[in-house]
């Protein structure tokens, strides 16, 4: 069974910075995508940031040039590092990981909130 664990989330001030992390375990093979989304209140989930198998990066344009994704293979781990926080990006960030045969995973999802 594979699981997606997630942690980092918290509550920042506007400016400041937090970094989630996102371990899959269990029997999981060949991860293409991993990625990150969020849902606000009353808002659609959407996507934050994703990373290919071959290290390529897609980022919404909010958060272009303030986060960044990156994975570690050997760990089956994703990370955001986000700075420049705003207000604007509380949500929950849920993870998500694609592997062999377009299986799909989400994590339970970890509350970030950022204070003005």
């Known amino acids: 069974q594979v699981q997606l664990v997630e942690s980092g989330g918290g509550l920042v001030q506007a400016g400041g910075s937090l970094r989630l992390s996102c371990a899959a375990t269990?029997?999981?093979?060949?991860?293409?995508?991993m990625g990150w989304y969020r849902q606000a209140p009353g808002k659609q989930r959407e996507l934050v940031a994703e990373?290919?198998?071959?290290?390529?990066?897609n980022y919404a344009d909010s958060v272009k040039g303030r986060f960044t994704i990156s994975r570690d293979n050997a760990k089956n781990t994703v990370y955001l590092q986000m700075n420049s926080l705003k207000p604007e990006d509380t949500a929950v960030y849920y993870c998500?990981?694609?592997?062999?045969?377009?299986?799909?995973?989400w994590g339970q999802g970890t509350q970030v909130t950022v204070s003005s």
């Open positions: 990373i290919t198998s071959g290290d390529r990066t």
């Open positions: 269990g029997s999981i093979f060949s991860v293409n995508t």
């Open positions: 998500k990981v694609v592997a062999r045969f377009m299986s799909t995973y």
